[in-house]
């Protein structure tokens, strides 16, 4: 059975500025030559806008479950 560790990132948007797009795909780019793949995106909502946004990671984890036992 494969093994995953996880890792949050936030990403926030700027108050006038919005999201630095490239600042964020830069981020995701470097994570993903280090094994990360995005599971999923959570937008935080500020009210009437997001304010940010919560990006899912995993890899996969050199240690098999069955390597373990």
Do not use: C
Not at 5 to 16: A, P, Q, V
Not at 24 to 31: D, G, I, P
């Amino acid at each position: 059975m494969k093994r995953y560790e996880h890792k949050i990132l936030e990403s926030k948007r700027g108050m006038f500025s919005g999201f630095d797009y490239d600042e964020l795909t830069k981020q995701l780019n470097e994570l993903s030559q280090q094994g990360w793949e995005v599971l999923s995106t959570t937008p935080l909502d500020g009210g009437s806008y997001t304010t940010g946004l919560l990006i899912m990671l995993r890899r996969e984890t050199r240690t098999s479950f069955a390597s373990s036992q």
